[in-house]
Each structure stands twice: as C-alpha cells, then as structure tokens.
C-alpha cells in the first residue's frame, strides 16, 4: 500500500512540475516582445513569433532539465555517512532511443517554423545568386505576388564605403535618408559599389547582405510611423560604423508631399562623417591608426537628411 501512495505522489510531482514548467516557459516567451524595439514592418511580427517560440521552447528545456536535477538532488540524495555504491543501473535502449529523437524532432519543427516565416517574408536571399531552380520556392513566390497585387514603392539603394545613397525614380529625388511609406510595399534595389555592405534595420527586423556586382530585390511593408536607424551589418572597412542613415517612416500623404519638396531643391554635396574622419587624419603630422582605402566621395543629392 506504501509503495503505491508513493508511486501516485511521484506522479502527481511529476505532472504539477511539468505543467509550472510549461506555463513559466508560455510566460517567459510573452516577454519577449517587451525585450525588442518597436514592430516597424509586417515582416517584423512574423519575426517577433519566432524569437517567441524559440525562447519559450529554451526556457521549456532548461526549466524542464533544471527541476529535474533540483528534484533529484533534494528528494534522492544519498542519506547521510552512505558511501555505497549505487545501483548497477545498464543502458536502456528505449530511453536512449527517446532522447536522441525528441532534439531530432525539435530541429525539424524549429527549421520547419522557420522555413515558414522566411517563405511568408519573401525575402530573395543567397539562393537566387547562385541559381538554385527550387518549384516550391517559385510557387510560394507566385502566391505571394497574387495576394500583394498592390502599388509598389521602388527605390533604388547604394551602399559604399561609407555611406548610404537612395535614389527615387519617380522624382529623380536623391537624398543621404530613407523616406518610406507606411502600410504600402516598398521594393528596394540594392547594390554595392565596392565591397560587401549588410542592409540592416533592426525596427523591421530585416537583414539582407549587400554583394558586389549582383542588383537584389528587396520588399517589405513599413507599419509604424516614426523614424528609425539604418545601420551596415557587415564590417566593410575602417569607418563602417559611420555608415548610419536615417529611416523615415510617413504616411503616403506626407511621403509625396517630401518627394515633391526634394525635387525642388538643388542638388548639394551629401554630408559624409567617414570622409571628414579621413580628411582629418591625413592632415595630421603623425600618421596613426590603420591604413584605409579613402572613403567614396559625397554624393550629390537632393536632401541630405
């Protein structure tokens, strides 16, 4: 009768422990939300679940193994001055097969998950590069064409050591800042005109690298209204980290009314804080730091920002 009180108590641990486990892990990953910046892009969301449920499942496993070991260690210790050996316990091929296909499991669902949100972004990456004729990727980009048969924004993107250039066909406009639309989709035309450049806005969640001698297509829906950080995700030589640009999210009205304004000004030499650097350091009587190729020269553009 002892044992099988005990065995039930053993149970019910067990399934009270795994149900506080599961619901601190569904807590943990709600947080997430609060950890990142603003959603800027209806990419972002897509991207914000993921974060979510990698995080939960994380907080699940190491909640799960953490109870386990804290179980173990306060209600199965070895009592006191016991220095026996314990049990010659052998392999157990059923555990074992159990808990190398659960992680096998899990990295299917979580490439799976994660195949789905790229897909859903439409994000053209590395494979369109090289060429790799995938069906399934040219249906799934169909579809997606189908359901966002809306106006598109086309603007034209230059990455350079160091700064950025943006170009608006439909005004001939130049500008050293990003304006967008909101809650229109925005294709852009990236380029680079010397070395490997990352396009990189961390409100929109989206990233995409920037190669040398290849125009890449890039789409997304800016949300939220506000001004944002473009940054160079790649380290492209000594003043990469001056390659910052502003990113202006307005809504349609407000976008025409600055492209109409910028299109009345004159073209002027762009601010360029890599070439200031530069032209300042080699002033200098005592050369110090890195040798560096010079920075592109500031381009002429219709609003500097």
């Not at 998950?113 to 590395?126: A, H, R």
């Not at 995409?208 to 995700?233: C, K, V, W």
């Not at 990469?240 to 999210?249: I, P």
Request: no cysteine; hydrophobic share 45%.
């Amino acid at each position: 009768m002892t044992m099988k009180i005990q065995k039930i108590l053993n149970i019910l641990t067990l399934l009270t422990g795994a149900i506080a486990v599961t619901l601190t892990s569904l807590w943990i990953g709600k947080q997430v939300y609060s950890w990142l910046p603003p959603q800027a892009a209806a990419e972002s969301q897509l991207i914000d679940d993921l974060i979510s449920f990698l995080v939960t499942l994380g907080a699940f496993i190491f909640l799960g193994v953490t109870s386990t070991l804290m179980y173990s260690v306060i209600f199965h210790r070895a009592v006191k001055d016991d220095f026996t050996d314990g049990p010659p316990i052998e392999g157990n091929i059923t555990l074992e097969v159990v808990w190398t296909a659960i992680p096998i499991l899990l990295v299917f669902w979580i490439a799976g998950y994660s195949y789905q949100v790229y897909e859903q972004m439409g994000i053209q990456g590395p494979s369109e590069l090289v060429h790799l004729h995938n069906p399934l990727a040219v249906a799934a980009k169909d579809v997606s064409a189908n359901a966002l048969a809306q106006p598109v924004e086309k603007i034209d993107v230059l990455a350079k050591q160091w700064a950025w250039v943006f170009h608006y066909p439909e005004r001939d406009v130049t500008s050293t800042e990003l304006h967008l639309p909101s809650d229109r989709r925005v294709r852009l035309a990236l380029r680079s005109q010397d070395v490997l450049h990352g396009f990189y806005i961390p409100a929109f969640r989206l990233k995409q690298d920037i190669i040398p001698n290849h125009a890449l297509d890039f789409e997304f829906t800016p949300i939220r209204p506000g001004q944002y950080r473009l940054t160079d995700s790649q380290y492209s030589g000594t003043y990469f980290a001056t390659m910052q640009a502003n990113v202006v999210v307005e809504s349609p009205e407000d976008y025409q009314q600055w492209l109409a304004q910028a299109a009345t000004q004159k073209p002027s030499l762009a601010n360029n804080q890599a070439a200031s650097e530069y032209a300042q350091t080699s002033n200098q009587s005592v050369q110090t730091g890195w040798v560096t190729v010079p920075p592109a020269a500031p381009t002429l553009v219709n609003s500097p920002g």
